[in-house]
């Protein structure tokens, strides 16, 4: 059950109950401390009494005191130092009448109406001093003469064992012990001494007063904490939720998560990658939405051709007519497939990237790599030479990137000039730094060039001035190579060779930062 009503608490909640509980159960075990605390106290003393009046018997036995006022007041004057730390001793005979006392050292019989408030008696175990629960109660208000407790005493089961009673007031805290006096197994009288023993209270007092004050100053502590948690990383966490619940349902309430972007501690920066990361997750959901319409709009075109070839294609008979409808459904069957094939990539692409990591890569070796690779296919098949130059062969050309995205580039835009450029030319792949160390890659070719005069738009999706074969292009390649330059941190440009038919293709890189 209480595991079920945490659960369902706020953190602020759930913190300050954790304390609640804390609390309760030290100030129960600090509440039996300090009950146990006097106990234990008034017990040494009571144990220091008890040894001093069988003292002071075994000196009355041994002296062969006579239980009279003359000898006891002389066995007082005698005797003194047995007493020197208390504050009072009282002789009492067997009926109860004051015979002796350190205090008037005379028989005034007034000493003996002294009263003491009783508010506990405790007995003590003479032989082995355990305390033990007495079977009397004295009533806090009550007010009882010595005479009346020794009268109490006499008549009790207890009646051989010491009595300790306590008598407590503002400004006093007396501790007096009562036994008898047993001589020859005959009982003489009584014996009591009375210690002030304010120390014990004030014991009592600078441990309650201690407590007390330590339980305020948590309890302030545990305040400004909550409210501090509350305000500082409590409320952030709880607009942070609120911000999610808004994304989730789509809703166009405004948000303060700029507030929480611009804090310098680890919530800021927590704001700031969830802020980051729905940003770029809207922005891919509109680029599938948007992408997906597109590609709807150019797989429309070429179906819409393969329908009416196919209709003509059913209604003609001639053999010239009809080579020609079935090369225009394989073309626009390998524009299709295209399509389809570079949109599976590029979604394939989106997932690895996700999960790779920029490591330290040689551009120049990835580049070598490429161009030999492609001079293997080309230099034989189609007489293209693809020729690789390094301004200055001491540079290193390191940058943060990842390899096979690298070789992914390179090999699209050498692929789209091999496939623009006429058999026999040559392709030019240039490597060098720039003044800020940047590193710059470009591709030069001897093909159409550009026919765009913006050629910014060749990078958009489903670049629009296309060759005649566009079954072997489907528009989205060089898409693909801006957004993975783009990921590198990178530019790309276009244009067109100023001397020359062909196009040039600029790539540069930042310099290495890992």
């Known amino acids: ?161 010491p009595y300790t009673l306590v008598q407590e007031n503002y400004n006093q805290f007396l501790l007096t012990t009562i036994k008898n006096i047993n001589i020859n197994g005959e009982n003489i009288g009584f014996i009591t001494i009375t210690e002030n023993a304010n120390d014990i209270k004030n014991a009592i007092d600078e441990r309650k007063t201690f407590i007390i004050r330590t339980a305020i100053i948590v309890a302030i502590v545990i305040l400004i904490f909550s409210i501090i948690l509350n305000r500082y990383f409590l409320k952030p966490i709880k607009n942070l939720v609120d911000y999610t619940k808004i994304i989730k349902d789509k809703s166009k309430k405004k948000t303060n998560i700029n507030i929480l972007k611009n804090r310098n501690d680890e919530l800021g920066a927590l704001s700031k990658s969830l802020d980051e990361m729905t940003n770029n997750l809207q922005k891919r959901i509109q680029n599938a939405e948007n992408f997906s319409t597109d590609l709807v709009h150019e797989i429309r075109n070429p179906l819409a051709s393969l329908k009416s070839a196919t209709e003509i294609l059913n209604d003609t008979n001639n053999k010239s007519e009809r080579f020609k409808l079935l090369n225009i459904l394989d073309h626009d069957i390998l524009r299709i497939e295209r399509l389809i094939t570079d949109y599976s990539q ?43 130059i390094e301004k200055n062969s001491s540079n290193e050309y390191k940058i943060s990137g990842i390899e096979n995205r690298i070789e992914q580039i390179i090999a699209n835009l050498l692929d789209n000039s091999i496939s623009f450029s006429p058999d026999n030319k040559k392709i030019l792949v240039q490597l060098n730094k720039d003044p800020h160390e940047n590193i710059n890659l470009k591709i030069i070719d001897e093909g159409e060039g550009f026919r765009e005069k913006d050629t910014e738009k060749i990078f958009k999706r489903f670049y629009s001035n296309r060759p005649e074969k566009f079954g072997e292009h489907s528009g989205l390649g060089l898409n693909i190579v801006k957004n993975l330059v783009d990921l590198h941190g990178g530019t790309i440009r276009a244009s067109n060779n100023p001397n020359q038919k062909g196009a040039n293709v600029e790539i540069t890189f930042p310099k290495n930062l890992i």
């Open 1 to 161: 059950m209480i595991n079920a009503l945490i659960k369902n608490l706020s953190i602020l909640k759930k913190f300050l109950f954790v304390n609640l509980i804390f609390f309760l159960i030290i100030g129960t075990f600090t509440l039996i401390y300090i009950n146990n605390v006097q106990p234990s106290l008034i017990k040494k003393k009571t144990v220091n009494h008890i040894q001093i009046i069988n003292n002071t018997i075994n000196h009355l036995d041994r002296l062969k005191i006579k239980f009279y006022n003359d000898d006891i007041r002389k066995f007082l004057f005698s005797t003194r130092f047995l007493f020197q730390n208390l504050d009072r001793v009282v002789f009492f005979d067997i009926k109860y009448n004051l015979i002796g006392d350190t205090d008037t050292l005379d028989l005034d019989p007034r000493s003996f109406s002294q009263r003491l408030d009783a508010i506990e008696l405790e007995q003590i175990d003479e032989k082995n001093l355990k305390k033990k629960e007495t079977t009397k109660k004295i009533e806090k208000k009550s007010k009882l003469s010595l005479k009346d407790i020794l009268i109490n005493y006499s008549n009790s089961k207890e009646f051989g064992m």
């Open 346 to 388: 590029i979604l394939k692409d989106e997932v690895a990237l996700s999960k790779e990591k920029m490591n330290t890569i040689d551009l120049k070796l990835i580049v070598k790599s490429v161009v030999d690779d492609f001079n293997s296919i080309y230099e034989t098949k189609r007489g293209i030479k693809i020729e690789f």
